[in-house]
């Protein structure tokens, strides 16, 4: 959501500050080896909902032409990187050792990053940690490179002419053929060494390049995989993700189609949901009648057996309603107008802008990072530094020391071989004194090792120079590398200050389960889904994207239709003629409940002194177990428990009554006591004046006037009754559907209730018209299902189904993170374990080589001066000059 204009300025802060955030990790091409770990936990910031906030709220367009462009250009590099398929071996335990060596053993960086509590004290603990004996050994082809310059600087001149008294220990100099044999197999074994550590590096060379093609090819299919979704591990794509929110989103504003189709068929099934309504209530009141009959029918010692017998049939006809296709319809059709409701829908736009937005910047992260790569231009023209069509920088770095060690070494095994079979051309004409002659030398031998031994100083200053360079950069990218490697859960927890990445909020909860599941998770075959990982605020607590979107809207509303499809194919009989609605109405119609309001036998009658009497006199107590209706009655056989009995009425027991006495007509009714004749003998008078008491009982329940005979309130005048049993239904010759009056609908397309008592005559009536008022409910039911519920099953739900509920199925099933660990193990193959391992054996071998160039300039130096201080004393003899006292006569016998 935009800021409120008074939070404009701090959000431009926050914005501006991330975006220089977002855009440190694509500085220049040529800083990509150390872009790991910044290409890590920029994609985990972005991931994350709390990290993300302050750098999506500046996002307007979810898609943009540029994300289009991206992915075009993702797929054309990933079709351009990826012919052949991966290049080179890994070697995974070989390179860690490998990066382990290049490291030192300790991993410097990872210590002082579990040190530091913020940022700011990274670079300190870094100092602090580093053994500076250490950072001189890794550096030590650079200082070494700088030690030999300054010592040839103070030997070189040693090889001038003018200067070479100067040199120490000159004079005629002897080499056996013995030493000359040692010299030579010494120099053939320094030269196979440097042939060996040249093609060492031509090793590494292959690996670095075979690592960068292998890393591009996966950041191709990473990135087109990202964006435009991949099979195999299945993901959606962002943009594809990102096209679906944004349809979504896009959908449920006020005025959009999607909106206006479902306004339109939820104004026009809502007689569908009036319908259920109605009959529910319907039912509701005669449940009211059942469950309100006067306490004063139980003082009387009787009881409502209807009101027992019918409550259960009452109970599955409600059931019956409530799992009908018509409550299955409303149900539907209210959840829809629930859900999607003005209110509703503006804050599921919310919701779906709220889970777009990580989403947003981890696609805009993404494509800005590894957007490089996707230039395949601008990526081939940097790695035509390595290989292919370009200037091919290191590999001529590469074959100019080889060939210049190749060279040295020629050079040197040229010089002993001419050493060791040309020393001297013949026997000079000077003699010994001896009677012997002084050898004539060759000048080829000190000529070829003087000019091996200072293009030797040079190969070695450059050798420990590039090996040094390259060393210090495979220190601090090996440590890079070993991090990604190693990268957990607990790392994270130990690292994260130090990157200014707080894990104990909730945001960081889920930055540590997006590591654990998404790029090292335990197991590599798994396919996470992103919905269960990322949370989402709500109401002060965080909830999984899933829940918000899936569970709160998709699942409700799809299981409301799923309950429609289920009762239309199994339920296809109309409710009005279902089983249990005819059995209610055929009881309530043929039983009239005083039919059934009877004596309660529980009671103990024969123990009252009131009412015993009777039950000595068999005519009374044949009678006794009567109702309060006056004929006698016989209930319908479909009744349970009491079907097909004959019922006694008041009439009978005031005709058994009469016989004890002369009957009277007090009442207009039938229950009329009777004057006690007195000369009858004590029992039948006892037995009189308890019939009468119990008349008097009847009489009691008869005259009661709080019976419960609720109707509506007539929406007209908002005073009068209203009775479902005056709807009058009429068909609409316009558009063929039936129409209904008097139906005690209000304008808000409720009913409201209205209490009224009625006497025991008047609630016989009432109960038996239910009847006729469940029918007309009932089949009102029916007909608008039949004319209406197509709007809801097919019309809504094809609705719903195209704009939401498919949409957000594809989400469910496409937003996956199973390719991030994949891509994140063949980054760290072709990034590490090639190509910084190729890399840091070009160092080594160059340094190797250094190390073999000091043997090869120390045997050269030798041979040179043995060999030139020879032919200078043959000069000084031709001059006339006497050999120094301390020479070695180096005559040859004849």
Sequence with gaps: PSPSLGDAAPHRARHTSCRRFCLAARRAPSAMVGRP?????????????????????????????????????????????????????????????????????????????????????????????????????????????????????????????????CRVCRGRKETKRLHKIVLMVISSAITFAVIFAASFAFGGYYSAVDGVDNMACTVGEMLDGALSGQENPPFLGMLPLLKIFSDIEASLGPTAEFMTGIRTQIDSTAIISESVSLASQTLDLLKTAFDNIPAEVGTRHHKCQFCDVMSPALAQTIDTLNNGVGTSLAAAREEVNSQLSPEMSKELQGTFREAAAPMTELKNVMRDTFGFFTDTDQFLQIRGHLAGDGPQTVMWIVAIIVIYSLALVASMMFAFSWFFCRETLGDSELSNNQGGYYPKYSKVTHRVSCCSWCCGWWFIILAFLVGGIFGVVSNVVSSVCLIMDDMDRQMLLDIGPAFGIDFSTSSGEQLLDIIDQCFVPSDPGANPALLDIIKLPENGTQVTMRKAIVGKVKDQIDAKFEDIDNKMNSNTAQISQNPEVVKLTTMLRENPIDMLMVVDESYGWQNDNDYKALFAAQPLATAFPSSVRCPDGVVSADVPTVGGQTIGGVQSFVTALGAYGTATSVRADCANPVVCDLTKGPADVQACEAGNRFVRLKQQILDLTNFRCDVFVNPTDGISDCDPLDMVASKDPTTGKTTYTSSCMGSDGKWKRKQKSCNLQEFVQYIKEFDTRINKTMTRLDTVVGETGSGISTGLKDLVNTYLLKPIGLVVDGVTCGFIAVTYRRIIDGLCYQSVVGFTRIGQSYTACGVLGMFVIILMYGLWRRTVDNVNENINLRKGVVPDAGAVDMSVPK
């Design 37 to 165: 770990i910044s290409w890590l936990l920029l994609g985990l910031r972005a991931s994350v909902p709390g990290l993300w906030l302050p750098c999506a709220a500046g996002q307007e367009a979810w898609i943009t032409p540029e994300d289009t462009l991206a992915a075009q250009d993702a797929k054309n590099a990933a079709q351009l990187y990826c012919e052949g398929g991966f290049k080179g071996e890994v070697d995974p335990e070989g390179g860690r050792d490998t990066l382990n060596a290049a490291v030192g053993g300790t991993n410097v960086l990872l210590e002082a990053a579990k040190e530091s509590r913020d940022s700011s004290e990274l670079g300190t603990k870094f100092a602090e940690k580093a053994d500076p004996v250490g950072m001189v050994v890794g550096a030590g082809g650079t200082v070494l490179s700088i030690i030999f310059l300054i010592w040839w600087f103070l030997c070189c001149w040693t090889a001038c002419p003018c200067c070479k008294r």
